[in-house]
């Protein structure tokens, strides 16, 4: 009842009253997917040209690199010509920020800082109010291409560790309705622009998305106590969520734990990854453990979401309305199905365009349509170009490789695998139980990578998160042999 | 203003094709070349352990090792045997809370980093003395927990978090009035001003080699003669004591008794370097040196728009940092795109004063810190980079 009446009255009225268009917006993304390839494409090329134009009259940087480049917007007509646009890196980017990457022009007072709190990992982006309902639009459409979820179902989040209050950062807190109008009426800015904007998110999170926020697992790692694990397990039972979205390791060691404790299969209808990608035995040991199913979904804080799976489990479905994302291998666009670096081009966001920027992931593509219903590029993630070994002989291990080859081991509870240079590899195991030693993993490592690298096994106790909260249970030095999409400005 | 940069090695240094400019000191200084080379001259020719053996090895080493005692007991006017090597100022102020008899009822400041904080306990005898938003410790307070019976003042000498002066001599003078001990923590003010432990007659007073040019894991607690004696010891071990009978054992002297095990003797070797160096340049050029660049560096941020200035506002009462906030955007950000574009390196956040924020209703700062080897055009580079990022807002 309470969902009824939000999606067929509330959200429909609220979004009359402001000025946001977040239901034409969702209704209109909605169409968008299922529309055919050619429709989509041809919307996907028009916001390009667009914002193409955009950058090179309105943002310095950009501006300097097609000149530099000796190209003109106008000279970008198709797929291959992109190839002419040099990409850019996070370096590009912040060395830039805000003034050089930044249109010239729209209405300041409409854009806000994304990001800028948190690890020095994180891009910091500014986003225009259109910008951001498009982000908050997207994310209703991957709900609502999940399954069958209506506005007003409960929706729980296990956000990675960020240290916040200790380390002084503010953050973009999303919690209480009540305290924000209270810090309003406080502060006098009861008709501030981003006040209200903050209100409005607030309102949209605690009270239409109804999302709730455990704590994370912390800096301890991975092999949390029996009575913190049951803690999840009690809330999910008490919060019976549509949606759980968390950090992957996290679903996966709740997922296991589980298994482990032979609890029945928590009530979650969907599960989706939050910060991470997932390797396949993950996803087989959530499914066991969950009675839904588990969605793949790729997204980040400074774009939004950008594509997602759906029942068919045919692929990340790339959000064609909302990006052009390639993936390229040696300065070419990589062949269907092929390993290379994802670069995205954000087509929305006219504050601080964002064009074939290198956002640090590999991954396989496949322009063919999956189904009638469903008919745009698809996207397979494998992990970070970082965590992607490269033998000597040239083999590509991704880090989702890497850990299916682990987690298909019943003797391995986690591991870590830090290369500290090309071929030598520490190999940090959390043993099941008893121990790994003399159990030849060394050699079914080797066997595996089809490459004589040189591995020293250490016993743990647990595998520990990197400051930004996030996992990196591959450490890679020798990505550099994948070559460099990039060169640095 | 001092022309040093030559001295050290890692202003050299360029990130993604460009210089880093360092304004960070208050953190950690850099290093000058003679303390690199200190240390690795140790470890070159001189590997050994000290106060052991009689071989020539280990009677370089330890002449070397006391040499830094002496030369920091002339730089703070106190007997050599009044310095006790401890790993910085965390552990000196640590060490006085357990080891010294009777220190019960304390008063510290809300301005203080948190090692001058925490050890001291939040009971009902431990009294916190508010500051105003410039820093200024509130005296008439400070007075009245006086009167009411107090073992310990501690107090910061120089703020970390906004760089206040506070008027140490005046403080120790009440508190000494009262009957009260006073612990100063110096780690901000050592590195930058000429310290004279018998003119402010303060009872205990520590700092932390690493801010002051020397290496890490090293620091100094300067206590009176007539305080060592009566302090118990927290570690035993080698060289604390001097005869181990299976029935017992005796004591070292004061102040070999506090320095259990094999200390950083590097570092401690390194330390003397840096402490020469800097006598070498003079504690008063050093102050005025980071005197010219606060006001500076104050002058030139508070023309910026937007740019809200933290702290003193009287040069006199500042230390050699200077806070401030942004309209709009957060510390953290601020100070990430600094480094983004420029390499600009300055801290943001609460600064370990976490209490000092509440207790001013202030959101997270940046902070720039200054040494002996900044200069204008650094503070320009800082300025120009704000207007730049505001100019945006
Ligand atoms: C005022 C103050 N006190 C104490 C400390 C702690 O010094 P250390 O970490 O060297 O022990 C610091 C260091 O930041 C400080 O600034």
Redesign the interface.
């Known amino acids: 009842m309470y969902s009824w009446l939000l999606q067929k009255l509330a959200l429909p009225t609220v979004s009359r009253v402001t000025s946001s268009k977040f239901w034409d917006d969702y209704q209109e993304m909605l169409r968008a997917d299922q529309a055919p390839l050619e429709q989509q494409k041809a919307l996907q090329w028009q916001r390009l040209q667009s914002m193409l134009d955009h950058a090179y009259e309105t943002v310095p940087f950009h501006r300097q690199r097609f000149d530099a480049a000796g190209i003109k917007p106008s000279d970008i007509s198709s797929y291959e010509d992109l190839l002419r646009i040099p990409p850019s890196t996070k370096?590009d980017i912040?060395?830039?920020?805000?003034?050089r990457v930044?249109s010239s022009i729209g209405d300041?007072d409409a854009w806000r800082?994304v990001s800028?709190?948190?690890t020095?990992n994180r891009l910091?982006v500014i986003q225009d109010f259109r910008k951001r309902d498009m982000v908050r639009a997207s994310t209703t459409r991957s709900l609502a291409l999940s399954g069958d979820y209506a506005v007003g179902k409960t929706i729980v989040e296990i956000p990675p560790d960020i240290c916040n209050i200790?380390?002084?950062?503010?953050g973009e807190s999303l919690d209480g309705v009540f305290p924000q109008i209270a810090s309003m009426v406080k502060h006098r800015e009861l008709t501030d622009p981003k006040a209200i904007s903050s209100l409005r998110g607030r309102i949209e999170r605690n009270w239409v998305f109804r999302k709730k926020t455990y704590q994370p697992f912390g800096p301890q790692g991975t092999n949390l106590t029996e009575e913190h694990m049951q803690g999840y397990v009690d809330s999910l039972l008490r919060d019976r969520p549509y949606l759980l979205k968390a950090l992957p390791t996290y679903l996966f060691e709740i997922a296991r734990y589980v298994e482990r404790k032979g609890i029945e299969p928590l009530p979650v209808q969907v599960i989706k990854p939050m910060g991470a990608s997932i390797s396949p035995s993950m996803r087989d040991a959530i499914e066991r453990s969950f009675t839904g199913q588990f969605r793949e979904e790729y997204g980040s804080a400074e774009f939004g979401d950008m594509a997602c799976d759906g029942p068919e489990r045919d692929g990340l479905h790339v959000f064609m309305d909302l990006f052009l994302v390639e993936v390229v291998r040696d300065g070419k666009h990589a062949k269907d199905g092929e390993l290379g670096r994802v670069l995205i081009t954000d087509l929305m966001n006219k504050a601080m365009p964002l064009i074939r920027y290198d956002i640090g992931d590999i991954a396989r593509m496949s322009p063919a349509p999956a189904s009638a219903k469903r008919q745009g590029t698809r996207l397979w993630v494998e992990g970070r170009a970082d965590d992607t070994l490269v033998t000597a002989e040239g083999q590509v291990f991704t880090s989702d490789k890497v850990m299916d080859f682990f987690y298909k081991r019943t003797d391995v509870d986690q591991f870590q695998l830090l290369e500290t240079r090309p071929g030598k590899l520490d190999l940090l195991i959390v043993p099941s139980n008893g121990s790994v030693r003399g159990a030849g993993i060394e050699d079914e490592l080797r066997g595996f990578l089809q490459s004589e690298v040189d591995v020293t096994l250490y016993e743990v106790k647990t595998i520990k998160p990197e400051a930004s909260g996030k996992f990196r249970f591959v450490q890679s030095k020798s990505h550099d042999r994948l070559g460099h999409e990039v060169t640095?400005a | 203003m001092l022309d040093v940069r030559a001295d050290f090695p890692i202003l050299e240094r360029q990130i993604?094709g460009k210089p880093i400019v360092y304004l960070d000191s208050a953190a950690t200084s850099l290093k000058p070349r003679c303390v690199i080379d200190a240390v690795t001259n140790f470890y070159t020719l001189h590997t050994a352990n000290v106060h052991r053996a009689v071989h020539a090895l280990a009677e370089e080493a330890t002449e070397q090792f006391e040499d830094t005692r002496r030369v920091l007991a002339r730089l703070i006017n106190c007997d050599e045997n009044e310095a006790v090597f401890v790993r910085g100022t965390t552990e000196a102020i640590n060490m006085v809370h357990r080891c010294y008899p009777g220190l019960k009822r304390s008063v510290t400041t809300a301005i203080e980093h948190h090692s001058n904080l925490l050890p001291w306990g939040f009971g009902p005898d431990r009294h916190i003395v508010s500051v105003d938003a410039e820093g200024r410790i509130d005296m008439d307070a400070l007075d009245a927990v006086l009167a009411g019976g107090i073992d310990l003042v501690a107090v910061s000498h120089v703020s970390n978090a906004i760089g206040a002066v506070q008027p140490i001599k005046d403080i120790i003078d009440r508190a000494h009035a009262a009957g009260a001990l006073v612990l100063v923590d110096a780690a901000q003010s050592a590195p930058h001003l000429p310290l004279d432990v018998k003119e402010l007659d303060v009872d205990f007073l520590g700092f932390s080699a690493h801010k002051m040019l020397g290496p890490g894991g090293i620091g100094c607690l300067y206590a009176k003669a007539e305080h060592l004696d009566k302090m118990s010891t927290w570690m035993l071990g080698g060289h604390v004591v001097d005869q181990v009978h299976r029935e017992g054992y005796t004591l070292q002297e004061v102040p070999h008794r506090f320095e259990a095990g094999t200390p950083a003797i590097e570092a401690v070797i390194g330390w003397g370097a840096a402490l020469r160096y800097l006598a070498g340049i003079g504690l008063d050029n050093v102050h005025e040196h980071d005197r010219e660049l606060v006001t500076y560096a104050r002058n030139r941020l508070s023309d910026i728009d937007h740019v809200k200035l933290i702290g003193p506002t009287d040069p006199q009462r500042s230390g050699s940092a200077v806070s401030f906030q942004v309209d709009g955007?957060?510390?953290?950000?601020v100070a990430?795109?600094l480094?983004?574009?420029e390499n600009i390196m300055v801290r943001?956040?609460?600064h370990c004063a976490?209490p000092l924020?509440e207790s001013l209703d202030l959101?997270?700062t940046v902070r720039a810190s200054f040494y002996v080897y900044n200069t204008k055009e650094e503070v320009d580079s800082l300025a120009q980079c704000l207007e730049?990022?505001i100019?945006?807002?």
């Open positions: 370096i912040q060395a830039n920020f805000p003034d930044a300041q800082y800028t709190s948190g020095a910091m200790v380390c002084g950062a503010e640095h | 993604n955007l957060e510390a953290h950000g990430r795109m480094n983004n574009r943001s956040g609460f976490q924020h959101l997270p730049a990022v100019q945006f807002l």
